[in-house]
């Protein structure tokens, strides 16, 4: 049993061992791909980003293999950021895609060796018809390379593969330079977070887009009571609209304080039925604006351990009231 256990462990040490190695070298062809972009690589990258930010068409990515894998993130990532941008496989390019390509489109080619041969008839093809193309290869030399308009030269590491054969650096590289163009041209749209929630509807990356106003509880939802009321008449309040808490306003309809279960829950030595919201509530309570993200709403809530936010305007009068729940329910995290 004791073998066993011994040969697991050092099983184990070797996988993680390996897993490090791995990672540093990938790190290392990151770290050389920045070196290319600071030095030699920055004007040709330039230059793809102004091609693209200036055609009046979309942007079409190609390639085969694991470079097509990573072709087809690329074009997601563009897509999804403001670039409109789909993957066309070259394999089906030869077969009536090519007809996919519009003369107001880009191609970004991607093929590590530069010397793909399904990619032929797409280079052909940008060639006849004037389409930018812009490759993303080791080698200007070559044919990719030297088909290419603009050709973004990644820098010769070492594949993490102990063969060197397995495309994982190289990947990496691909990756990283993809996300750089991606990230370039988004910032340079002026995309906004109001952008991404248009193209970002579902899941938890939508959810967390969503503003306030459009889940907050509005009218005679929110739980609140003036100045001066009774302590009783104030729970009866909170127990009703059933968040957690109550709202104290002031003579102008401002939040000046805020009642939660919890402090009453602290308070039950004292006699309740004599004392005023005044004498429990919390002054200048934490709270939110319709416009905010649903994101950072659950920030709040989870820093400051509460299950609830009123929301105000400017005037810091209550407008709404969001709980941990609503944001649960549409799958904000």
């Not at 005023?276 to 709270?287: A, G, H």
């Amino acid at each position: 049993m004791s073998v066993i256990n011994e040969n697991s462990v050092m099983t184990r040490t070797a996988n993680v061992t390996s897993a490090l190695q791995t990672i540093e070298t990938e790190k290392a062809g990151l770290e050389a791909l920045a070196r290319e972009l600071e030095n030699s690589m920055g004007e040709a990258f330039e230059q793809a980003c102004e091609t693209i930010l200036n055609i009046k068409g979309r942007v079409i990515v190609s390639g085969v293999g694991k470079s097509g894998h990573v072709a087809g993130k690329l074009a997601a990532s563009l897509a999804s950021t403001g670039t409109p941008a789909f993957f066309v496989h070259p394999a089906e390019a030869n077969h009536g895609d090519l007809g996919m390509i519009a003369r107001d489109d880009v191609v970004i080619a991607l093929s590590w060796s530069g010397e793909t041969t399904e990619l032929k008839g797409v280079l052909s093809y940008a060639s006849r018809f004037s389409i930018p193309l812009i490759a993303i290869t080791r080698s200007r030399t070559s044919t990719l390379g030297r088909e290419a308009n603009i050709c973004l030269e990644l820098p010769r590491v070492k594949e993490a593969c102990p063969n060197g054969l397995a495309p994982t650096t190289s990947t990496i590289m691909q990756m990283a330079i993809g996300d750089a163009l991606a990230v370039a041209l988004l910032k340079g749209r002026g995309f906004s977070a109001d952008d991404f929630g248009i193209y970002h509807p579902g899941g938890s990356l939508g959810a967390n887009l969503k503003r306030i106003s459009d889940i907050m509880h509005t009218g005679d939802s929110i739980p609140l009571v003036p100045e001066k009321t009774s302590l009783p008449d104030a729970i009866m309040e909170l127990s009703a609209k059933r968040f957690g808490c109550v709202g104290i306003t002031g003579k102008d309809g401002e939040l000046c304080g805020i009642i939660t279960d919890g402090d009453l829950a602290r308070n039950l030595d004292k006699t309740l039925t004599k004392m005023l919201v005044e004498d429990m509530m919390t002054v200048n309570p934490v709270t939110i604006d319709a416009g905010s993200l649903a994101t950072s709403a659950m920030a709040i809530l989870d820093g400051k351990k509460i299950s609830a936010l009123i929301v105000t305007d400017e005037a810091k009068r209550p407008i709404g009231i969001v709980h941990l729940h609503d944001l649960l329910r549409i799958g904000a995290a």
